[in-house]
């Protein structure tokens, strides 16, 4: 909702009454569903392609992805490509160039390092993202609560992990925090998920070439492009599209905090898809992201509930 709609529309909520108000309210928890329904959608999507890995390598896998990903949404969406500006295009080369970036190298950890370490040093940069992009204290303790249930899950670990799979899991980290700033300012400037269809056919013209370098005709076989089909759509086209409507309705910070969730699930898929143990310490680490989350959501729609009365 434009600033101007939300101005003319909180006198009419406000007359309406308490049951109105609890409407507005969850039309301001919307984004929030949206955020976590592409969160359980990705990290299961991860789970998967760690099964696919030795099928076609890390940088097949990726190809896989972001190749089927944009023909599904080339094809649902039909994006016009004219009447666009330099700017416009700007943004979706950006966008693109982060998404592939993003997923070659959080592959290429995940590759030699366990799923749940990997997305654990990941998170760190819409973490940091949150922090830098915050002017509200509160919106800090709740990324600093975020950041030590991250650290906690990693269990004091990670100093035993590979160091070049850490390397690439926090390069990764890096790519998400500009992978947010750009999604945003896509969903912005082109409608529905056209900048996004646009945007993730640039980056699966990047990762070709390293996927065919890599994995050569394996990519041809049927049940790998079967497999990968599923990762493209529970990683890429779902979650993206989630995300990128949530970005239009949800400050960057809040959005960069609620990414903090994404051990957790991570941890959860590992379990059920991979058979990777929880233990009690990662019960609390996933606790504590689970509530510094909810803290962010809750100071959110409550500073949107005051500028709206």
């Not at 108000?21 to 301001?28: K, V």
């Not at 510094?292 to 005051?306: I, K, L």
Request: hydrophobic fraction near 60%; glycine fraction near 12%; include cysteine.
């Amino acid at each position: 909702m434009a600033p101007a709609a939300a101005a003319v529309a909180a006198p009419e909520v406000a007359a309406a009454g308490p049951g109105a108000a609890r409407a507005a309210s969850g039309h301001r928890l919307g984004p929030v569903a949206l955020v976590v329904t592409g969160g359980l959608s990705v990290q299961f999507g991860s789970a998967v392609a760690v099964l696919l890995m030795p099928r076609a390598g890390a940088l097949g896998v990726v190809t896989l992805r972001l190749v089927l990903a944009a023909l599904v949404l080339l094809i649902v969406c039909r994006p016009k490509v004219r009447g666009y500006g330099r700017a416009d295009w700007g943004t979706i080369v950006a966008f693109g160039a982060a998404m592939a970036g993003m997923n070659i190298l959080f592959y290429q950890a995940a590759d030699r390092i366990p799923l749940g370490a990997a997305v654990t040093l990941e998170v760190l940069g819409p973490l940091i993202l949150s922090v830098v992009a915050s002017r509200r204290l509160m919106n800090l303790l709740w990324a600093g609560l975020a950041l030590g249930g991250v650290v906690l899950l990693g269990g004091g670990g990670f100093d035993r992990l590979d160091p070049v799979g850490a390397a690439f899991a926090l390069a990764a980290g890096a790519m998400w925090a500009a992978y947010i700033v750009f999604s945003a300012r896509t969903g912005r400037r082109f409608p529905q998920a056209d900048g996004l269809a646009l945007a993730m056919a640039f980056g699966a013209v990047l990762s070709l070439p390293l996927g065919i370098a890599e994995a050569g005709d394996k990519l041809l076989v049927p049940s790998t492009i079967g497999l990968g089909l599923a990762v493209a759509l529970m990683s890429s086209v779902l979650p993206y599209t989630l995300e990128l409507l949530a970005l239009r309705r949800l400050p960057a910070p809040t959005f960069a905090i609620l990414m903090s969730l994404e051990p957790a699930i991570a941890a959860a898929a590992g379990f059920l898809v991979l058979s990777q143990a929880l233990s009690a310490t990662d019960a609390l680490a996933i606790a504590l992201v689970i509530g510094a989350s909810m803290g962010a959501v809750r100071t959110q729609s409550r500073r949107a509930g005051a500028e709206a009365s």
